[in-house]
């Protein structure tokens, strides 16, 4: 069997989007597993912010992948061919399987928990689920929400990019526990489609709207939880409209993570002193223990039609730049995902 991959010829420039120039996309043939090991077909690929940082120049939280290799990347898989007891040809797992066709993995103690390489026990159809809403994207969500903002019934919470994959779980989640829920998006259509079918109580669009005048209309007494994706100017405005004790929750800050130059911090930091509030950060796989939690959760609502996995799918392993680069050009909708290969 032959691997299409797509290799690190380039680190893009701390301001270059970056694009099918910065990969060699080849061909090689198909290792075989040794003992203790086994190979998977990758079925869908996911996305996240942080696959610029692994190749980026600029500083990163995420270890640097050399020019040359695979590009990192998590998917869910169907193994073909095994050699480890606990794995059998047939069964499904996520695990980070590169932007490739296939990928021999070695589950070990460390791996299995560290990495998060798990056999999903009890599939769900689309198996892309388990990238999104029942995978990483689902557990940032809700953990974002519930463990560090500890939203709960009657908060008003603020979301930005809140069409994006995370945002638009996380604003379902605040509605299923009974919140009043404030989006910011980039766009009308955006606005109207967490409206429309995200059940949103409001929107802002941030480039032709005042956010600042629009959160002192909807947002009179202050908002309780910030769910916050995007950090620089949408962040400083929002901590001038928090209600005394509120949470402020940093999940990211694509708006100002690979900006050149030196980046200023939020000058209405002292009204988290003033209202005797907290922002605090998080990184999703410390939550790896408890991922069950959220999935079960999350599985249930999916299951009684109570809540949107919101997909985005391209097809294709030849567009996985693509896919990625469209995070930072602000067209995806929902959590965005490459389908390689039909489920089985």
Request: hydrophobic content about 40%.
């Amino acid at each position: 069997m032959q691997n299409r991959q797509w290799r690190l010829s380039r680190r893009p420039e701390p301001d270059e989007v970056i694009s099918p120039q910065n990969f060699d996309f080849v061909t090689a043939p198909t290792e075989t597993p040794k003992d203790g090991q086994v190979l998977v077909r990758t079925l869908v690929l996911g996305t996240s912010p942080a696959q610029r940082g692994y190749v980026s120049t600029t500083r990163s939280m995420h270890e640097k992948l050399p020019v040359g290799a695979v590009m990192r990347g998590r998917g869910v898989g169907v193994v073909v061919e095994s050699r480890h007891a606990a794995f059998k040809p047939g069964d499904i797992m996520t695990a980070s399987l590169g932007w490739q066709d296939y990928a021999v993995i070695t589950p070990t103690t460390e791996t299995l928990s560290i990495l998060n390489i798990s056999k999903v026990a009890n599939p769900v159809r689309p198996l892309s689920l388990h990238l999104g809403l029942l995978g990483g994207a689902g557990a940032t969500a809700y953990f974002g929400l519930l463990d560090v903002g500890q939203a709960k019934a009657g908060d008003t919470v603020v979301i930005s990019a809140a069409a994006g994959g995370v945002g638009a779980l996380a604003g379902q989640v605040a509605k299923r526990m009974g919140c009043r829920v404030i989006g910011i998006c980039g766009s009308a259509a955006k606005c109207d489609w967490i409206t429309r079918d995200l059940k949103f109580d409001a929107a802002i669009n941030y480039k032709t709207e005042n956010v600042d005048a629009r959160l002192t209309e909807l947002c009179p007494k202050g908002l309780n939880v910030f769910f916050d994706n995007v950090g620089g100017d949408i962040l400083n405005t929002t901590l001038d409209h928090l209600a005394n004790r509120a949470r402020v929750v940093i999940c990211g800050y694509i708006s100002t993570d690979y900006a050149t130059g030196p980046q200023v911090g939020p000058a209405n930091y002292k009204n988290l002193l003033r209202n005797r509030s907290r922002m605090e950060g998080f990184y999703i796989f410390d939550y790896v223990p408890r991922w069950h939690e959220a999935e079960d959760k999350l599985r249930s609502w999916f299951e009684a039609g109570a809540i949107d996995p919101v997909e985005d799918i391209d097809h294709g392993l030849e567009n996985m730049p693509d896919t990625l680069a469209s995070l930072f050009k602000g067209t995806n909708r929902g959590v965005k995902l490459n389908r390689v290969a039909p489920d089985p």
